[in-house]
């Protein structure tokens, strides 16, 4: 076996160790606890599929946290051409949380379209377009940049309908050329590489989980 840390420090006989506080080394690699549940972000790049199984044999993200020290799996989509911050993790309650449709967790999204984009479309966007025979819920839509063939938008929807920025700008008559999620609630992607993943703090954790629980709550009152 090779050395072993607790915490930064060699381990000698006799170290007692919490295992939901303290951080154990062998050989320079984390030891995981049984059981443990385990919260990610990744950033995820353009041409990984978020599927656990794909028949074309494409890349899936599961291959970006091979080295995460347990088997964990993506909370909701982000198809295969867009990028940007996917949650991933092992903890089921968790995950049904953060996608349950009476507690979707805000999103926001970069969106690239390949023209300007009118006043019209604009509100369009925000007030909610048809999409697969239903309505989207409002959004907030604003302009980041715009210049001649190109408008750069920043987009926060509520819910998680399958390549709903892509067919909600379609329904206006945008291209979308280039997709990448930000954030979702307070949790954002920051300067995290991409293909890089880390883990949420437990701050983090407490924080999607109360957004996503409070907006249950004003639902049902």
């Known amino acids: 076996m090779g050395k072993v840390k607790v915490n930064g420090r060699q ?10 506080r303290d951080l154990v080394m062998v050989a320079g690699k ?6 443990e549940r385990m919260y990610v972000m990744l950033h995820k790049p353009r041409g ?34 867009s990028e940007g911050l996917l949650l991933m993790t092992n903890d089921g309650e968790f995950a049904n949380l953060m996608m349950h449709p009476r507690g979707e967790v805000p999103k926001t999204y970069r969106v690239t379209v390949r023209s300007k984009i009118t006043d019209s479309q604009l509100t369009a966007l925000s007030t909610g377009v048809e999409i697969d025979g239903r309505h989207t819920l409002p959004a907030l839509v604003r302009i980041l940049q715009e210049e001649e063939g190109r408008a750069v938008l920043e ?19 945008l291209e979308v050329v280039r997709l990448k999620r930000t ?20 701050q983090e954790i407490r924080d999607l989980i109360k957004t996503a629980k409070g907006k249950k ?5």
């Open 11 to 20: 381990a000698v006989i006799g170290d007692k160790v919490d295992p939901r």
């Open 30 to 35: 984390r030891v995981e606890q049984k059981g």
């Open 48 to 81: 990984f599929v978020t599927t656990m199984r794909d028949e074309l044999g494409r890349r899936d993200v599961t291959q970006l946290v091979k080295d995460a020290g347990a088997r964990i799996y993506p909370v909701g989509r982000l198809d295969k051409d």
């Open 155 to 173: 987009m926060i929807i509520h819910e998680g309908r399958n390549r709903q920025i892509r067919k909600m700008c379609e329904a206006v008559g």
């Open 183 to 202: 954030a979702m609630g307070s949790l954002r992607l920051g300067m995290l590489p991409q293909g890089r993943w880390r883990r949420l703090t437990q």
């Open 217 to 221: 709550e004003t639902e049902k009152a």
